[in-house]
Structure formats: C-alpha cells, structure tokens
C-alpha cells in the first residue's frame, strides 16, 4: 500500500515538466551530450560505476569541460562533443534494464528525461532507475539425473559428507539471485562432484522460487 503513492507522484512529475521543455524534434544531427546522469528515486543497491558502463552515450566530463576552458591557448585542443544519438538512449536504457535483471531484480523499469537547450543545441539525458524488490534466494534443490534429489541418488557413503557440503550451500539463502550466484552455487556443486570422481553436468538452474540445479553423471561409468 505504500509503495504505490510514491510511484504514482513521480510519474506524474515526470509528465508534468516535459511539457514546459523545448519538443525534442528540434533535435538534429548536430545536437550533443552535455550530461548523462544516474537517478535513484527509490534508492540504489548497484554501484555507479557498474551501471555506467552499460551506457554508451557520453558526457563530456570533467576533462573536457577543462579544455573548453583553455582552449584559447595554442597548444590545448577544443574538446570532442559526443552527438546524441536517440537509437543509442534506448539501447541503453535496455542495457540497464538487462543488467538490473541479471542481478536480481526482475521487476526493474528505467526511464529516462531528456531536456533540450536549443541555444546551445545539446541535450541533458537523465535515466531515472526503479530498482523494484531484488529476488531472493528462498531455498535450494538439487537435483540427480533420475529427478530425486542429489542426496538421495549419491552412494550411500557420499550422502553423510553431500549433507554437511549442502548445509553450507544453503548458507546463500536471503541472498540477492543473480546470475552471479547461480554460477557460484553452479560451480560449487560442480566442484564437490569432480573431486569425488564424477563428471558434473548441469543441465539447469530453474528459479519459480527456488533454484534447482541438476548435476551428475559419474567417471568410469
């Protein structure tokens, strides 16, 4: 219940401004980047650097701006604008979304606000990031090649030591489900398998909500 007002306010101080902004058919060929940044209206679990570079569209920076500063002086260069290319706003606006997603947030939404200054003829890009609740690990299973779990179908004196090892497995759960830590669970159990004279194959990693991973096939048979 509370989630829901302060997702309907900013939609509406989205809409609101834009009407007020220079139409962005204005915009041309010659049109570049002045900013690019990173908002977070409910909050930010991923760190910037990571998100930024899935984003191609460039600003300036700092250096750039430095050199338009001097470049007045013979031996400074004017600095290089990067042209805004709208085809590229919304590839990284997928870009962000996929990176969310495989990090654990399926229910992740990125916008993004682009105001025109048509004096200068540049743009200033804003994506606005809803991070939406992260999946979590709620419980493991897994699984041995006739469907049972591993436990079950290991010989009878790997079960004592699969036990303790799973235990420690399940120490991952609370933990935020992205593709990171499939493929550490993935290669822990792969790694347990290997040393105990198996070929470890998994033929998937199912997350409704909870992960299950299917091993094994033993060496020598």
Known sequence: MNRIGPSLLLALS????????????????????????????????????????????????????????????????????????????????TRLERFYREAGFPDVRVEYDVVLDTVENRVDVTFLVHEGPPRLLDSLRVEGPGGGTLGEELPPDLRRPWSLFFEELRRSRGDRLGNILRIQLQDRVADWLRNRGFVPSITGCHVPHSSTIRPMRRSGS
Not at 24 to 51: A, C, I, M, Q
Not at 52 to 59: F, Q, T, V, W, Y
Not at 62 to 76: C, I, Y
Not at 77 to 86: G, M, Q, T
């Open 14 to 93: 989205l809409v609101t401004p834009l009407g007020a902004q220079a139409p962005l058919v204005l915009v041309n060929s010659d049109t570049y980047v002045s900013s690019v940044k990173l908002r977070f209206p409910e909050g930010r679990s991923l760190e910037n650097r990571l998100l930024e570079g899935r984003i191609l569209l460039k600003d300036p920076g700092s250096g750039a701006r430095l050199r338009g500063m001097l470049d007045f002086l013979p031996l400074v260069s004017a600095p290089r604008r990067e042209l805004f290319r709208p085809p590229e706003l919304l590839r990284d606006r």
